[in-house]
């Protein structure tokens, strides 16, 4: 379920538009991922991201708080402290994966659905061209994310979660913009009704196996870059 974003966005239903690879920087080198990652320091650093998400998903769906993350990487600390294998892991990673990202996106899929659909459904283009292009910008989202959290989960390790939650990049940013506006209104939704506690009732259980399966899909990328 790279389709995260992958980084859960997705998972939570906080479905804002994809994000365009377009201006990332990649540094001048990336990190080889052989030998950075291995299969604990990738579990753990998964665990991490799914806990960092801006929605949790637990017996309910709440803004996270940062306390789940918090006791997480404090309990791991040796591996998410400046220089730990966690943090290796992502900081050799993140790069990695945003740049595969872009070098997936397809920049002329907008162009080749314009041309090859049908004039009723044109209007659709743009749509189905995200869909193309989806797995490339999951993969870069989930680069970023990556990147950003072994910037700042060493301060999380020591307890301190305010770069946590004051800093960021534009795609998370933007998200967390948009979900901190939708938020009141859900929760205005499911007050004036039983229905949305049913669908949520119904629907939390899947919803918590997709997370756990995020887990295992991380790990795997993870796997799969450094083979």
């Not at 997480?72 to 595969?100: N, W």
């Amino acid at each position: 379920m790279i389709a995260l974003t992958w980084f859960l966005f997705s998972s939570t239903l906080l479905m804002v538009g994809g994000p365009k690879p377009d201006d990332l920087q990649p540094g001048p080198s990336i990190k080889p991922l052989r030998l950075q990652c291995s299969d604990t320091s990738a579990l753990l650093m998964a665990r991490a991201l799914i806990l960092a998400a801006p929605i949790i998903i637990s017996d309910d769906i709440y803004l996270n708080d940062g306390e789940q993350l918090r006791r997480f990487v404090t309990t791991h600390r040796s591996s998410f402290e400046q220089g730990g294998p966690a943090i290796q892991c992502a900081s050799a990673a993140g790069p990695r994966l945003a740049l595969r990202g872009i070098q997936m996106y397809d920049r002329s899929a907008y162009d080749q659905v314009m041309s090859s659909a049908p004039a009723e459904i044109a209007h659709l283009s743009q749509g189905v061209a995200d869909r193309i292009n989806s797995q490339a910008t999951n993969m870069f989202e989930l680069g970023q994310e990556l990147t950003w959290l072994s910037q700042v989960l060493p301060s999380v390790a020591s307890g301190d979660l305010s770069s946590f939650f004051n800093t960021g990049y534009p795609i998370r940013n933007y998200k967390r913009q948009q979900l901190a506006q939708a938020w009141p209104m859900l929760q205005q939704m499911c007050a004036m009704g039983n229905d949305c506690r049913e669908i949520l009732d119904i629907s939390l259980p899947a919803m918590r196996q997709a997370v756990d399966e995020l887990a295992v899909g991380m790990v795997y990328v993870m796997v799969m870059m450094a083979s």
